[in-house]
């Protein structure tokens, strides 16, 4: 296992137009967390899921943005409808959950990085 | 509110030299976790070192070490013997216990040969 991966790494779409994205955490993390990063700024929080469960959700996620843990393995972020202020980098971290430092670690993937025109 | 301010948007270093990068936070939680994330252009966000807030020793590791002041809620970051490989936008980041984590706006590291 060689950490958190997502897919696509980039992605460009239309405004209007849906786009789904993946995040494979590392291996036995239980817990899965999305962040959107604008250039020059800091991560900004989206949501996380314990497992298969959705725990809590930023008020930055409108209605077209739905996040998935089905199986509590893999999650996917889907946007539906994207405008111009969506292009952002969309960030996924793991964290095993246990208790102690080393449990709330939150370790990221490479990103999505999302342009709508 | 819980707030990460990191009120040095870029600083320089030579190589071989040390640099600190400073942040502050805003919080009434006692208990908490403070990191420092590096994330090198077009590259991954990495862990560089991590404090637990009930722990009166700084961490350090390597080139790396904290200057954590609790009740002044500075959590600042020195990198010694600075090596080009630092170069970097450098993150602070508070964490509650078992919650989202919230990031400062950054630092861009420059190292200079």
């Known amino acids: 296992d060689t950490g958190v991966s997502q897919n696509p790494r980039h992605k460009i779409t239309k405004r209007g137009q849906n786009v789904t994205f993946r995040c494979d955490p590392i291996?036995?993390?239980?817990?899965l967390y999305w962040y959107r990063q604008t250039l020059g700024q800091g991560p900004e929080f989206l949501t996380y899921?314990?497992?298969?469960?959705?725990?809590?959700k930023s008020r930055l996620l409108s209605d077209r943005f739905s996040a998935e843990r089905p199986k509590g393995s893999f999650s996917t972020l889907e946007i539906q409808r994207t405008e111009q202020g969506d292009s952002a980098m969309y960030l996924c971290?793991?964290?095993?959950?246990?208790?102690?430092?080393?449990?709330?670690?939150?370790?990221f993937g490479p990103g999505t990085r999302l342009l709508v025109l | 509110a819980q707030t990460v301010t990191q009120s040095q948007p870029e600083m320089s270093v030579q190589e071989a030299e040390t640099v600190t990068l400073s942040c502050t936070y805003d919080?009434?939680?006692?208990?908490?976790?403070l990191f420092w994330y590096k994330q090198p252009p077009s590259r991954q966000m990495i862990l560089v070192i991590r404090?637990?807030?009930?722990?009166?020793q700084n961490a350090t590791e390597n080139r790396f070490s904290v200057n954590f002041q609790k009740a002044a809620k500075s959590f600042s970051l020195k990198i010694s013997d600075s090596q080009l490989g630092d170069a970097a936008m450098y993150f602070c980041?508070?964490?509650?216990?078992?919650?989202?984590?919230?990031f400062g706006t950054g630092t861009s590291l420059t190292v200079i040969p």
């Open positions: 919080t009434s939680e006692s208990d908490y976790y």
């Open positions: 980041a508070y964490l509650p216990t078992g919650n989202q984590f919230y």
């Open positions: 899921f314990q497992n298969e469960a959705q725990l809590e």
């Open positions: 971290a793991s964290s095993s959950g246990l208790a102690g430092p080393h449990g709330e670690t939150q370790y």
């Open positions: 291996s036995e993390h239980n817990r």
């Open positions: 404090q637990e807030a009930y722990k009166q």
